[in-house]
């Protein structure tokens, strides 16, 4: 089993910034990949960026440039620094994690979420 506990969402104006955190305890040493989904009101969860154990990061076209997906290891915090943000940012934003069983099964665990909400 994997907890996420998402931190450090907030209001904030057009042009500004937040990061985000994420802090995971339990069975992490079987995380493979972490990863940010967010879900605006009326739309589907939709991915953001993800992160593999290597440090490999993917991120949706839309935050390419503005967003960077990072993860501490020793503190096991995944973080989403967010700049330039702007309306169409605005949503919950979900911490998601894969982790694999020691008979190889994946399992997915989320976060509560946290609001982001971007002002004109």
């Known amino acids: 089993q994997v907890q996420l506990v998402e931190s450090g969402g907030g209001l904030v104006e057009t042009g500004g910034s937040l990061r985000l955190s994420c802090a995971a305890s339990?069975?992490?040493?079987?995380?493979?990949?972490m990863g940010w989904y967010r879900q605006a009101p009326g739309k589907q969860r939709a991915l953001v960026a993800t992160?593999?154990?290597?440090?490999?990061?993917n991120y949706a076209d839309s935050v390419k440039g503005r967003f960077t997906i990072s993860r501490d290891n020793a503190k096991n915090t995944l973080y989403l620094q967010m700049e330039n943000l702007n309306a169409n940012d605005t949503a919950v934003y979900y911490c998601?994690?894969?982790?694999?069983?020691?008979?190889?099964?994946?399992?997915?665990?989320w976060g509560q979420g946290t609001q982001v909400t971007v002002s004109s």
């Open positions: 339990g069975s992490i040493f079987s995380i493979i990949v």
């Open positions: 992160i593999t154990r290597a440090s490999k990061t």
């Open positions: 998601y994690a894969t982790s694999t069983s020691s008979s190889g099964r994946l399992n997915g665990y």
